[in-house]
């Protein structure tokens, strides 16, 4: 079973960046889609960034054009957040869907 450990999260302003990592156990993303998403207290999660085997990528309009995932190889992935909001402020997670894997989770918090 392919495990998955984000890592990366953390506190930043408004208008910041941050770039979230993805790691893999074992070779994973080159033969399967993954999926970024985010959730916070009392609400369901929800798909951010995903990111096909085949290399495209969808977002969630809340992030396009501020948002980006990208594979460095099987093993690791990246979600880089640019113009960051306090709506933003979530815990992401990573997910291999068609495993049923999913990362902990790394802690986002984007202050006013």
């Known amino acids: 079973q392919v495990q998955l450990v984000e890592s990366g999260g953390g506190l930043v302003q408004a208008g910041g960046s941050l770039r979230l990592s993805c790691a893999a156990s074992?070779?994973?993303?080159?033969?399967?889609?993954m999926a970024w998403y985010r959730q916070t207290p009392g609400s369901r999660r929800e798909l951010v960034a995903g990111?096909?085997?085949?290399?495209?990528t969808n977002y969630a309009d809340s992030v396009k054009g501020r948002f980006s995932v990208s594979r460095d190889n099987g093993n690791t992935v990246h979600l880089q957040m640019n113009s960051l909001k306090p709506e933003d402020t979530a815990v992401y997670y990573c997910?291999?869907?068609?495993?049923?894997?999913w990362g902990q989770g790394t802690q986002v918090t984007v202050s006013s």
């Open positions: 074992r070779s994973t993303f080159i033969l399967n889609d």
């Open positions: 990111l096909a085997a085949t290399g495209l």
């Open positions: 997910s291999v869907p068609l495993l049923h894997v």
